[in-house]
């Protein structure tokens, strides 16, 4: 039985998996679960994640959850080049745990709030934006964006090292989330997240592209919401 991941491509850790099993030629059986429209609280979708979230992965009924730990299985289980989870260097190996885990609260707990307030939150309660959470939200990733420079980027290519790893996917499906809702010059402004920006979607095309098709349509669709100054 193929591998089966659920996913939905507005979801950062969603686009993770999808595009490194696209990028490393993985087979897998499509599973689109669409969050707009509460696939994930089905009773069936219950069974695969109790959570109700999404990624998860079924291989063969192995059912994974947490984009962290399916990117190292799948590295591990299909042997690939090292340079994504490294296997055989322990440090190397501990500096993508490293970003792995301040990721969470970081960079992802800045960008995802923010596109809360501007896009899920006024959008499901039917009110307008807080402008005020929205401004806490802004000054929260721009503290990220001066720790990726300041300690992950500061004298390397990539967040963990010299060459790309699942780190490099994670944060930067994390920040494209902003390009979403037209707030990409959080990241821009700073030349060096800039250029890595840029570095990542290189080495991950094609699939970087088509992984965040849902990111480039929702930001046309938000453009006279939201593309003027808030
Ligand atoms: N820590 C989890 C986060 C999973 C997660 O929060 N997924 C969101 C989409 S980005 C979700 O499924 N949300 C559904 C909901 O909140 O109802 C991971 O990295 O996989």
Known sequence: ?????????????????????????????DKPVALRKGEHFTEEFAKINPFNLVPVIDDNGFKLTESVAILKYLSCKYNLPDHWYPRTDLRAQARVDEYCNWQHVNTRGSAAMLF???????KAKNQPIDMGKVEKCRESVRTV??????????????????????????????????????????????????????????????????????????????????????
């Open 116 to 122: 809360r307030h501007l896009l899920i939150i006024p």
């Open 1 to 29: 039985m193929a591998l089966k991941v659920y996913y939905d491509l507005l979801s950062q850790p969603s686009r993770a998996v999808y595009m490194f099993v696209k990028l490393n030629k993985i087979p897998f059986e």
């Open 145 to 230: 964006i001066a720790g990726l420079e300041k300690y992950y980027l500061k004298s390397q290519p990539f967040l963990c090292g010299n060459d790309i790893s699942i780190a490099d996917i994670l944060g930067a499906c994390e920040l494209l989330q902003l390009y979403a809702v037209h707030e990409e010059n959080l990241y821009e402004s700073s030349p060096v997240v800039k250029a890595w920006m840029q570095r990542v979607r290189e080495r991950l095309q094609p699939a970087f592209d088509e992984a965040s098709k849902m990111v480039y349509r929702t930001r046309e669709v938000t453009k006279s919401s939201l593309g003027s100054n808030l």
